[in-house]
């Protein structure tokens, strides 16, 4: 059984930054599809970042890119999502999540689930 754990929300000012983390417990953490999601209050879960290959290149939603970047340590079995110029809009829970098909953009593509982690920006 796979567990994530996020660490690194908070409440911040717009225009600041927060790093989140997601260790895994995954034996085999390379080998999975890697993506943080993120829910606010009322609305569906959003994809935010993944990785689209096996070489690591990325995929943002279009709100993020520039600002966010997403990145792993596979010898720390350990994920990251790096924020900057953070927005009133970036407001919500921010999840990770494993899976088995690289660069999914949609949650049911996401087998493993963290406990979310929120983050909230002030103006």
């Known amino acids: 059984q796979v567990q994530l754990v996020e660490s690194g929300g908070g409440l911040v000012q717009a225009g600041g930054s927060l790093r989140l983390s997601c260790a895994a417990s995954?034996?085999?953490?390379?080998?999975?599809?890697m993506g943080w999601f993120r829910q606010a209050p009322g609305k569906e879960r959003e994809f935010v970042a993944t990785?689209?290959?096996?070489?690591?290149?990325?995929d943002y939603a279009d709100s993020v890119k520039g600002r966010f970047t997403i990145s792993r340590d596979n010898a720390k079995n350990t994920m990251y999502l790096q924020m900057n110029s953070l927005k009133r809009e970036d407001t919500a829970v921010y999840y990770c999540?494993?899976?088995?098909?690289?660069?999914?953009?949609?949650?049911?593509?996401?087998?493993?689930w963290g406990q979310g982690t929120q983050v909230t920006v002030s103006s």
């Open positions: 990785f689209t290959s096996s070489g690591a290149r990325p």
């Open positions: 995954a034996r085999t953490f390379s080998n999975y599809a």
């Open positions: 999540a494993l899976g088995h098909v690289l660069g999914a953009t949609r949650p049911s593509r996401y087998a493993y």
